[in-house]
């Protein structure tokens, strides 16, 4: 079990290039399930949930092979249908194999995905939208079974909610369902605009992505392309916390600004600036950050869940009153208690949190208990006097490529043990 040692304190200089975002590889490594023939897949990070992602695309049949931040994978034809238990509670991203694995063969054997402890996290949107797609399914003992032996048709699909994770699986399904497959209440996200990006490449006719309704004209087949994954926004959005909280001067380069509109006026608010040149974002941080307006997590273009923890890390050393609304999962104040550990003040009850900032948080051991509380342990570990032990390291590595290593070119002191 690896450990981080941070020594905290040491002011953030310098300039980072922000690695693919996880949550557009993830869809688009699915894709390739439903691409014949070579992808090749730029910028993708490695990471715990890709490189599962890639053993899984293995076990279907798919030939995989990684060059630093380049896959290729190969699908001359799935050998097999089914994504057993082991290989499907690796990551929460594999949840949209379903619908691709099902448009691939007709039929689907699926576990139920695993993933962080941040809520619930049910996945009946997607079942019901796959349904309504022609897709008769049971679920047996963790398990779903999925046949659509009549192929699945096209059709309106409204989703009770703007879900990312059932978005990407429709979209996965509907390229090459029969007819016209229309979705509202779609997500936003600038992942699925990415994921659309790819499939549209490989020969699909998605409309709208980005939007809240996406039209899908369903076509016979896809062939694989190549494709460069966008920066990772809460990747971002984490290292601007960082160099908050540090008082620090950092240059995020290879970033698409327009995705942490929502992230930025937060640090402004916090008395950070930001000065943008091309696709560089430089952050300077005052000695001590404010507090910050109301942060309320939302569907995008709102401020994203994932940013929620880091951004909480650094209000925690802010002066003032913080208060946080978590719309999107029930349980994710979890570091909090963690970051109480350190010297925070934060009272989290259901949505909210309150945080009242403090002068300065300790070094202490801490326990990473999902990838974005992890992060937030990290940026809390960077401000605090003394020495702070992180546990639970494998989930950062869930999401966060060589981050230790991305901080120590930062200046920050930092080891993995
Ligand atoms: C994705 C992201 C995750 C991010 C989240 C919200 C990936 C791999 N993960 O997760 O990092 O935090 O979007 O931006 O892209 N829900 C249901 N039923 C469903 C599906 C979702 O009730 O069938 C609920 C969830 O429990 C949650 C909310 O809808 O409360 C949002 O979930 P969703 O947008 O689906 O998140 P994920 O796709 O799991």
């Known amino acids: 079990m690896s450990k981080l040692i941070i020594s905290g304190r040491k002011r953030l200089l310098g300039d980072v290039t922000v690695q ?15 691409c014949g023939g070579e992808s090749v897949i730029y910028n993708c990070p490695r990471l715990s949930d890709t490189e599962a992602m890639l053993q899984t695309l293995r076990y279907l049949g798919c030939k995989t092979r990684r060059s630093s931040g380049t896959v290729l994978i190969q699908n001359d034809g799935l050998s097999r249908s089914d994504v057993p238990d082991t290989l499907m509670r690796k990551t929460r991203g594999s949840v949209v194999l379903l619908g691709a694995v099902l448009a691939a063969e007709g039929k689907a054997k699926i576990c139920l995905p695993g993933g962080c402890d941040i809520g619930i996290r049910p996945i009946d949107i997607h ?26 048709k096209g059709c309106e699909i409204a989703l009770p909610f703007p879900s990312v994770g059932a978005t990407e699986d429709i979209m996965l399904a509907a390229c090459t369902a029969s007819g016209e497959t229309v979705i509202t209440n779609a997500a936003r996200e600038p992942e699925i605009c990415d994921l659309a990006d790819f499939l549209n490449r490989c020969g699909a006719k998605i409309q709208g992505a980005g939007e809240s309704t996406i039209v899908i004209d369903g076509v016979s087949r896809l062939s694989g392309r190549d494709h460069a994954i966008i920066p990772d926004r809460i990747v971002a959005a984490t290292l601007i916390s960082c160099a908050a909280v540090t008082g620090g001067e950092i240059t995020l380069k290879g970033v698409i600004r327009s995705h942490l509109s929502s992230v930025i006026p937060v640090f402004e608010d916090a008395g950070c600036t930001f000065a943008l040149s091309g696709n560089e974002l430089k952050v300077t941080a005052p000695e001590r950050l404010r507090s910050m307006k109301l942060v309320r997590t939302m569907p995008y273009p709102g401020f994203p869940t994932d ?3 880091p951004v909480l890390a650094a209000a925690s050393v802010a002066d003032g009153t913080t208060v ?6 029930e ?12 010297g925070a003040d934060i009272r989290a009850e259901g949505k909210f949190a309150i945080v009242e900032g403090v002068p300065g ?15 937030a342990l990290v940026a809390a570990g960077l401000c605090a006097e003394g020495k702070t032990e992180i546990s639970g390291v494998k989930y950062l590595e869930r999401g966060y490529e060589d981050f230790e290593q991305v901080l120590t070119s930062l200046g920050a002191d930092i080891v993995k043990l």
């Open 307 to 309: 940013a929620q923890a």
């Open 127 to 152: 079942i019901k939208a796959l349904r309504k797609l022609g897709a008769v399914i049971k679920e047996r003992r963790g398990c779903l079974d999925c046949r659509a032996p009549h192929g699945l």
């Open 331 to 342: 349980n994710r104040y979890r570091h909090a208690a963690e970051l109480a550990r350190m």
């Open 324 to 329: 946080f609304i978590e719309n999107i999962f």
């Open 20 to 34: 693919g975002a996880k949550n557009s590889a993830l869809p688009i490594l699915a894709a390739a399930v439903i």
């Open 361 to 375: 948080l300790y070094g202490a051991a801490v326990e990473a208990t999902d990838l974005r509380g992890a992060a």
